[in-house]
Nanobody, 114 residues
Framework: QVQLVESGGGLVQAGGSLRLSCAASGSIISFMAWYRQAPGKQRELVARITMSGSSNYADSVKGRFTISRDNAKNTVYLQMNSLKPEDTAVYYC??????????WGKGTLVTVSS
């Protein structure tokens, strides 16, 4: 059974930083990603990273967010710097297995105050 355990969300002032973590178990991973969903908006891709280390980012977070992974721990991180109020959202961890299955974490709330 695949499990994704997220941590690291919280309240931060604009300009501050947070680091999200997502530990995965029960699957052979192709790639992992972070998505976010703000109130009244659709879920959007924030960043994605393959197990070989290739990554890509949404234009809105380039230069501010960094996705990384620890393959030995099956964990992916999202370092978020220079946070803005518009980054406020529920952040979801996503895992795509080598068999083509897709899994989601429960989400962690990030609130950026102005």
């Amino acid at each position: 059974q695949v499990q994704l355990v997220e941590s690291g969300g919280g309240l931060v002032q604009a300009g501050g930083s947070l680091r999200l973590s997502c530990a995965a178990s029960g699957s052979i991973i192709s790639f992992m990603a972070w998505y976010r969903q703000a109130p009244g908006k659709q879920r959007e891709l924030v960043a994605r990273i393959t197990m070989s280390g290739s990554s890509n980012y949404a234009d809105s977070v380039k230069g501010r967010f960094t996705i990384s992974r620890d393959n030995a721990k099956n964990t992916v991180y999202l370092q978020m710097n220079s946070l803005k109020p518009e980054d406020t959202a529920v952040y979801y961890c996503n895992l795509h297995s080598i068999l083509g299955s897709n899994y989601w974490g429960k989400g962690t709330l990030v609130t950026v105050s102005s």
